[in-house]
T-cell receptor
């Protein structure tokens, strides 16, 4: 197993376009998290899944953002009608747990630039 | 809502010396977990150390140890015998369900 992977690693788009990011967690991990990180700041929680169920969403996750994990394996994060303020690194992490407190394994991130 | 504060944006230390990074948090939860993560330049975030709030004993992982003061809501990280490879941004994180991260401390280890 090679760890958490994310695709694409970089994305440049024009304001108003839709973008979709993919995250493949470590294969046996049942929890999957999405974060947004801007330069000089820590990751901000967006949402997390346990298996295919989305358990919590941040208020940061406006109606332009949607995340899915249809079969409890990979996940996608879609941003509709992108804005310049969406420019950031989007991180995915996974863990093996049915409770909180287990260590999260992070992917390399997808860096989004909205022009 | 939980908050995590790292009051030292940047720190430096000479190779082989010891450095302590500070972290304080605020929560009304009683059961939670605390973490330190390391993010080297242009590389993935990795776990350094983990502490369960119900355990009084401070966690230790090789050269890394924490000083967990639950009443003071303080969770500092001590790095002993600093190595050049320890140069990175360090994030303190709190978890009770969702995770809350601090804004990080950039640590530079100087030869």
């Amino acid at each position: 197993d090679t760890g958490v992977s994310q695709d694409p690693r970089h994305k440049i788009t024009k304001r108003g376009q839709n973008v979709t990011f993919r995250c493949d967690p470590i294969s046996e991990h049942n929890r999957l998290y999405w974060y947004r990180q801007t330069l000089g700041q820590g990751p901000e929680f967006l949402t997390y899944f346990q298996n295919e169920a989305q358990l919590e969403k941040s208020r940061l996750l406006s109606d332009r953002f949607s995340a899915e994990r249809p079969k409890g394996s990979f996940s996608t994060l879609e941003i509709q009608r992108t804005e310049q303020g969406d420019s950031a690194m989007y991180l995915c992490a996974s863990s093996l747990s049915t409770r909180t407190g287990e260590s999260q394994y992070f992917g390399p991130g997808t860096r989004l630039l909205v022009l | 809502a939980q908050t995590v504060t790292q009051s030292q944006p940047e720190m430096s230390v000479q190779e082989a010396e010891t450095v302590t990074l500070s972290c304080t948090y605020d929560t009304s939860e009683n059961n939670y977990y605390l973490f330190w993560y390391k993010q080297p330049p242009s590389r993935q975030m990795i776990l350094v150390i983990r502490q369960e709030a119900y355990k009084q004993q401070n966690a230790t992982e090789n050269r890394f140890s924490v000083n967990f003061q639950k009443a003071a809501k303080s969770f500092s990280l001590k790095i002993s015998d600093s190595q050049l490879g320890d140069t990175a941004m360090y994030f303190c994180a709190f978890e009770a369900g969702k995770s809350t991260f601090g804004d990080g401390t950039t640590l530079t280890v100087k030869p």
